[in-house]
């Protein structure tokens, strides 16, 4: 099925008597378990897709349904329900909470919807052996490698098995060896079903996608199958 669906989105930013038209009518279909790069120059507009794909802001004008629900008019308690729920962001700088392990920076999500602990515990033991993690559980992030905080806000981002997983620059702090690996995870994520749009301004790191969206000053530039599974067809 369909997990994102966007009709003539519009994002228009107010800024005094000035308009921004950061998006100018995006009409994108992500069904489940494709693996999507959106690419696009500094300014293009791929934060402002993002935030609206991820339920952190709302569109001006036009639809978005989020495995089917109309989520283009909830108001911001509703939009955060839905983003727990639905949506495992990753950041380029991690944001992990610097003074809590590994252990208890994975089990946040499942504290904010109310998981009860033992449960949350094991799930973040779980996910956090997922991503071979499971020896730096009582770690804290100045204790840890790039790399290994990737992986940490990686399996954070998956302990809700959340609809989608929304990658916004993950290399972007990390040497390219260590960002290759974190890549790698993603290809293992979209393997067992995951369903992950990654944003990114670096060809190398899109081409790890199986389809690759340009934008180009807030419009669909392109849409392609990324040139990784054209050479396997
Ligand atoms: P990208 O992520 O591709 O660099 P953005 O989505 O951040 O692009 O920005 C798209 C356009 O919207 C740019 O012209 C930017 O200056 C503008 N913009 C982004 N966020 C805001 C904001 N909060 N207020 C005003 N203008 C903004
Ligand atoms: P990775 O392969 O995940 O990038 P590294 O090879 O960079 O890991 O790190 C090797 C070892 O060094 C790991 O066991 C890690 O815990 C430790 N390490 C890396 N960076 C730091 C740091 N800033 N402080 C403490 N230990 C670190």
Same mark, same amino acid.
């Given at each position: 099925g369909d997990v994102i669906v966007t009709d003539n989105l519009w994002k228009t930013y107010e800024m005094g008597d000035q308009q921004v038209h950061a998006l100018r009518g995006v009409n994108l279909r992500i069904r489940h378990n494709e693996y999507v790069a959106i690419m696009g120059p500094s300014g293009s507009g791929k934060s402002t897709l993002m935030n609206l794909i991820g339920c952190l802001d709302s569109p001006s004008q036009g639809k978005y349904w989020l495995n089917g629900h109309d989520?283009?008019?909830?108001?911001d308690d509703q939009l955060a329900r839905i983003r727990n729920k639905e949506i495992g962001f990753v950041f380029q700088t991690f944001n992990?909470? $610097?003074? $809590?392990t590994s252990l208890h920076n994975v089990e946040l999500p499942l504290i904010y919807n109310g998981t009860p602990a033992a449960e949350r515990i094991a799930r973040a033991k779980d996910v956090l052996e997922s991503v071979n993690l499971g020896s730096r559980m009582m770690h804290k992030p100045n204790e840890l490698s790039g790399g290994q905080r990737q992986r940490v806000a990686i399996a954070r981002a998956l302990v809700n098995r959340p609809s989608i997983i929304l990658a916004d620059?993950?290399?972007?702090?990390?040497d390219s060896k260590t960002g290759d690996e974190i890549m790698a995870l993603f290809d293992d994520l979209h393997a067992k079903g995951n369903t992950i749009v990654l944003v990114t301004h670096e060809p190398d790191i899109a081409e790890y996608a199986h389809r690759v969206v340009t934008i180009r000053d807030g419009v669909i530039a392109s849409d392609h199958v990324s040139s990784r599974m054209l050479n396997k067809q």
């Open positions: 989520v283009s008019q909830l108001n992990l909470l $610097a003074r $809590a620059e993950p290399t972007g702090n990390l």
